[in-house]
């Protein structure tokens, strides 16, 4: 049944994980190290695209995990915020009045408190993955892909931070006391909950920082009639 399952799942997800394969980037490999050549217009719109599909594959991981490893009964208990994100603590606007009154500035800045707060949990999540019996090597080679990916996003972002507002890298300070921790042995089911909801947070997340990223190209686009 198991086996059945993964080979739907390979089936249905296939043309998405050739469309992530070919990840946009400034160069071949997906880098950003070379955008500071290219127009801040061009360089926007690879970073959206970078961040969309991150979104895209993190929202496929954590459904195809959902499908591998919660019990049904379950489902309702991770839609109850039974568990708390790793990155409610931080200074993000939430509400559509906050983010509409922020400044550019802050777009970005938000971009990156997330982008970064979100690099190790997602490493760490490599190594608990590759101690399940029974995961999928699809699920792992897409967190894989997005921790990876996550890391470019990083670097694109701070390019397009230095060329928009001319200033130097700008870097954020998170506790890194706060960063999901792996170290404790739960009971197993406890921590396949940890690490479900930890996909669960990183894909609303990232749909923060495509949302963040296309409001600012926007605001660029069109300054005079955004309400």
């Given amino acids: 049944m198991a086996a059945f399952q993964q080979s739907v799942w390979a089936l249905v997800l296939w043309p998405s994980l050739l469309t992530a394969s070919t990840m946009l980037g400034c160069r071949d490999d997906g880098s950003f190290s070379r955008s500071t050549s290219i127009s801040q217009e061009k360089l926007l719109e690879r970073v959206i695209h970078h961040a969309e599909l991150i979104y895209r594959v993190s929202e496929e991981s954590c459904t195809l995990f959902e499908e ?134 990183f894909t609303k997340d990232a749909h923060k920082m495509e949302a963040f990223l296309k409001l600012l190209k926007y605001r660029q686009t069109d300054k005079y009639n955004c309400a």
């Avoid at 996003?153 to 999901?180: A, R, S």
Wanted: charged share 20%.
């Fill in 68 to 201: 591998m490893f919660i019990p049904f009964p379950m489902h309702l208990q991770t839609n109850q915020a039974a568990y708390t994100c790793i990155t409610k603590t931080l200074p993000i606007p939430s509400s559509r009045s906050e983010i509409q009154q922020i400044s550019d500035k802050w777009l970005l800045h938000s971009v990156l408190m997330l982008v970064q707060s979100w690099i190790e949990p997602l490493i760490n999540l490599q190594t608990t993955l590759d101690r399940y019996d029974n995961a999928p090597e699809m699920l792992i080679n897409k967190t894989k892909w997005v921790s990876e990916k996550l890391i470019s996003l990083e670097q694109g972002v701070m390019v397009l931070i230095k060329k928009m507002l001319e200033e130097g890298m700008l870097t954020t300070d998170y506790n890194d006391e706060d960063v999901f921790q792996h170290g404790a042995q739960p009971e197993m089911m406890d921590s396949v909950m940890r690490d479900y909801n930890l996909l669960s947070c």
